[in-house]
């Protein structure tokens, strides 16, 4: 899937007359790291698309770039506490430059199907806890990380007040070790705080931890805006900054949510 096809499937989701009368409002996965911990309502298609992903990271001597264009998560409610996703990133470009050398290789990316479900506070109550095991298969591309991993994810969710909430997340990953052509574990853990400035503008700050058996912790710290064109069509937009040296640099996305 090229960037172009994307468009049409925008413009589908614009000309639907969308209905405020659902089980409860809409709570997406993106833009922040931290997942959301409810889960789409029986019967409903929920599309979360990042329209770009940008990320740069300097070593001494390099500097390593990657873009993502179009990666989408379809996702469908199975019941009123359970939904089912799947994660494609339709193009990706990974570029790297050393002393005045530079490489770049492009693809189809990854697929990942996660499968949540929500153990409480779906439809009452200020908390919500769910678990969301997930596996990633591998597209054997040049972006591919060309082995299977997965993990589990779990996502809490607070209402702070009428305008902020709270969101944590603790996830275990099992990921592929490409030098020993085996398998390590990766724990990664967020915190996120969201505001609602209006019915149409609302706003998140976050603190992500990323350590691995063999690779040292990274902290980061995302930002960015969401605007509800309807409650059922929202856009976003944000950065990411590394919090440390090991850390990814900086990083700007894009993107929209429908639910329908």
């Not at 990133?89 to 050393?98: L, P, Q």
Request: proline share 4%.
């Amino acid at each position: 899937m090229r960037v172009p096809l994307l468009f049409p499937l925008l413009l589908l989701a614009l000309s639907h007359s969308f209905s405020t009368e659902t089980a409860r409002e809409m709570s997406t996965d993106r833009p922040d790291t931290t997942e959301s911990a409810y889960s789409v309502p029986a019967g409903m298609v929920q599309i979360e698309m990042s329209f770009f992903d940008y990320s740069r990271d300097s070593h001494p001597g390099a500097v390593s770039e990657q873009w993502i264009y179009g990666q989408v998560n379809f996702k469908t409610g199975l019941s009123s506490d359970i939904d089912l996703q799947m994660i494609v990133n339709s193009h990706a470009i990974a570029g790297e430059s050393e002393r005045g050398d530079a490489t770049r290789t492009s693809g189809f990316g990854d697929i990942t199907l996660r499968l949540k479900k929500n153990l409480w506070g779906n439809d009452q109550g200020s908390t919500a806890l769910a678990i969301m095991p997930y596996v990633t298969v591998p597209t054997h591309t040049h972006v591919s990380e060309q082995a299977l991993s997965g993990g589990l994810i779990m996502p809490f969710a607070m209402t702070l007040s009428d305008q902020v909430s709270l969101g944590l997340m603790s996830e275990m990953d099992v990921v592929h070790d490409a030098a020993t052509d085996g398998y390590d574990l990766e724990w990664l853990h967020s915190a996120t705080l969201g505001f609602s400035f209006t019915e149409k503008w609302g706003a998140f700050m976050e603190v992500v931890g990323i350590l691995g058996e063999d690779t040292a912790f990274q902290a980061l710290f995302d930002a960015g805006l969401t605007y509800a064109m309807t409650p059922e069509l929202v856009l976003d937009a944000g950065l990411r900054l590394g919090l440390n040296r090991v850390a990814p640099d900086i990083g700007l996305f894009t993107g929209m949510s429908v639910r329908f």
